[in-house]
């Protein structure tokens, strides 16, 4: 018969093994709830990524407008001389003709450049930024002197949680539309990160470019943000929108979308036209 000394011991070593199991239990479980969390929010950051692309065909403004040409398939372009090397696209023409931007060498990095969105609904005032993004405010410069974004409308607008843009600068209309040139890309580095790591917020106010996903593929589609918006940081940064076109934006989102692509992303209800683009100085 066991004396109470190893009924005591007996009883210890069965509470130490429940202690452990249970520890192990719930070790498993935080470690099933950080991988649920981290797999939900990457496919959260893959879906607003996948929002702000170029596009073509039915697809309009949400994804690559086109795989990556073989050199061997596509013809090789102009690219300019200077430190932008702004690239000729043979593949994908020009929506409207406006030829190559200049390419000083070097590139102005300071100073900044108004531009004014004259649209149907309301004046919307950019401040374009030449240290944020030297190459991108050159080659919107460019456009606007052009008259390219002229006559044209702004054909996307997202509503979502996370992503809350207007996005323009394709002739078309339909987001497939380009300059006839790509130009490098601007990664912004001083956005404030997310939790995971994989994204930025894109505060509200900054004007961004668009691109087809592929690296250095912008052209000339753009996006106001007019709220915070959670994206990778993959679009350069090229300035801010003044206060009285946040006003323009903020009616135009409040409209809301058509979800022609999905809810919360189409075409703005209150469509934006824009009638001019000028360069003030």
Do not use: W
Not at 4 to 14: C, F, G, L, M, T
Not at 70 to 79: D, H, N, Q, R
Not at 120 to 135: E, F, M, S, T
């Amino acid at each position: 018969m066991p004396s109470n000394e190893q009924r005591r011991q007996a009883a210890k070593r069965k509470l130490e093994r429940q202690l452990t199991r249970r520890a192990e239990r719930a070790k498993r479980r935080r470690r099933i709830g950080v991988s649920v969390t981290i797999v939900l929010t990457l496919l959260v950051v893959g879906g607003v990524y996948y929002l702000v692309t170029r596009t073509g065909g039915e697809d309009a403004a949400a994804a690559a407008n086109s795989t990556s040409p073989t050199p061997s398939s596509t013809p090789a372009g102009k690219t300019t001389e200077g430190p932008c090397k702004y690239a000729e696209t043979p593949q994908e023409p020009a929506a409207k003709e406006a030829g190559l931007p200049d390419d000083p060498d070097p590139t102005p990095n300071s100073g900044t450049t108004q531009v004014t969105l004259k649209t149907d609904q309301g004046d919307i005032g950019l401040v374009l930024d030449r240290a944020k993004a030297p190459c991108t405010v050159q080659s919107m410069v460019h456009l606007a002197q052009k008259q390219y974004f002229d006559n044209t409308t702004c054909h996307r607008l997202t509503t979502s949680d996370v992503l809350k843009v207007l996005q323009c600068g394709d002739p078309t209309g339909q987001g497939s539309g380009g300059p006839g040139y790509v130009i490098p890309d601007e990664n912004p580095t001083d956005l404030k990160p997310d939790a995971t790591g994989q994204a930025v917020t894109y505060p509200r106010g900054v004007v961004a470019m668009a691109n087809t996903g592929q690296p250095n593929s912008g052209g000339s589609q753009f996006f106001l943000v007019y709220g915070d918006s959670t994206l990778p940081p993959n679009y350069a940064v090229f300035g801010t929108v003044d206060q009285a076109g946040l006003g323009v934006l903020d009616k135009v989102a409040a409209a809301g979308s058509d979800n022609s692509r999905s809810e919360g992303d189409g075409a703005p209800k209150t469509p934006v036209h824009i009638q001019q683009a000028t360069v003030l100085n």
